[in-house]
């Protein structure tokens, strides 16, 4: 079965500092990869997707993944943390049918 | 705003009840999925309809049903329910039924059996 990890509950940064939120998979075959964000009390909001290409994936609100075949990881990053960023952060992998696997969740805390 | 609503909101209701929750998918997506998120099991797949077909099932309770309408709206329907169906309760939807297509989620429906 395709299945994500996400090893972290919790990720703290300070603003203005370089976030990573990691994600490893476990496919067989090709993995076709997500990044979502949910904010309190709301949906997900999607991020970014990796299906295919370069391994450096850019999304919205200045995310990027960076896709890692040989150590099978799709870290989620940013240069810049912002206080807004602060969220729970779901990585995904499309399964053998259509439907996403989601990994546990990080929360991610910036802090002023 | 991902375009895609649910109603409603909230929804308190018994053990033994029976609810029905709605879901409008975004303009010209055909393609609806269920998904329940709670504390303990997380974000879990449930049910995908395609243009009026069910194609997919995951996790899904037997008293758990959904169905697909002609104007692409669902329904999941959650009956004899218990205190551990209390979730909140995703739909999402796509343009097709599942390739490279991302999925768009709705703003959930947060159940409550007492």
């Known amino acids: 079965a395709q299945s994500v990890a996400q090893p972290e509950d919790q990720v703290n940064v300070a603003e203005g500092n370089p976030l990573t939120v990691k994600c490893t998979y476990s496919?067989?075959?090709?993995?076709?990869l997500f990044w979502y964000v949910q904010y309190p009390n709301r949906g997900l909001q999607f991020l970014l997707k990796?299906?295919?290409?370069?391994?450096l994936v850019k999304g919205s609100y200045g995310f990027e993944a960076e896709f890692n075949k040989s150590q099978t990881s799709f870290h989620l990053k940013k240069p810049s943390a912002l206080v807004s960023d602060s969220a729970l952060y779901f990585c995904?992998?499309?399964?053998?049918?259509?439907?996403?696997?989601f990994g546990k969740g990080t929360s991610l805390l910036v802090t002023p | 705003d991902s375009g895609v609503t649910q109603t409603p909101k909230h929804l308190i209701t018994a053990t033994g009840q029976r609810v029905t929750l709605r879901c409008s998918p975004r303009?010209?997506?055909?393609?609806v999925y269920w998904y329940q998120q709670s504390l303990d099991q997380g974000l879990q797949f449930l049910i995908q309809?395609?243009?009026?077909?069910?194609?997919a099932k995951g996790n899904i309770l037997e008293r758990f049903s959904a169905q697909q309408f002609p104007d692409l709206h669902s329904e999941l329907n959650l009956s004899s329910l218990e205190l551990g169906d209390s979730a909140l309760y995703f739909c999402?939807?796509?343009?097709?039924?599942?390739?490279?297509?991302?999925?768009?989620f709705g703003p959930g429906t947060r159940l409550t059996v007492l």
């Open positions: 999402a939807s796509s343009p097709l039924a599942g390739g490279n297509n991302e999925q768009f």
């Open positions: 496919v067989s075959g090709n993995p076709y």
């Open positions: 990796y299906i295919t290409g370069d391994n």
């Open positions: 995904a992998v499309r399964d053998s049918g259509y439907a996403l696997n």
């Open positions: 303009s010209g997506d055909l393609s």
């Open positions: 309809y395609y243009n009026g077909e069910e194609r």
